[in-house]
């Protein structure tokens, strides 16, 4: 199981309601479409806190953009 990364439901991988958005590397799954449409519309605004890891030693903060190869 996944979690939605807006309502934070869990989503069936195999069979998500709201599809699935390839993003940064990583799949994100959506319990209906509108969830999709609002994560579509700001990603940042969902997968921020989860990409803003502190690095041990330092005062840098990685954002979101740091991920872009």
Do not use: L
């Not at 195999?14 to 390839?22: I, L, R, S």
């Not at 579509?40 to 041990?56: C, F, L, N, S």
Request: charged share 40%; glycine share 6%; with cysteine.
């Amino acid at each position: 199981m996944a979690t939605d990364p807006v309502c934070r439901k869990e989503v069936d991988e195999k069979n998500a309601p709201g599809g699935k958005v390839h993003y940064w590397g990583s799949v994100f799954y959506f319990c209906a479409e509108e969830c999709r449409k609002a994560f579509r519309r700001e990603p940042q605004k969902y997968v921020a806190e989860r990409t803003e890891e502190k690095i041990p030693g330092s005062t840098y903060k990685k954002r979101p953009d740091d991920w872009f190869a």
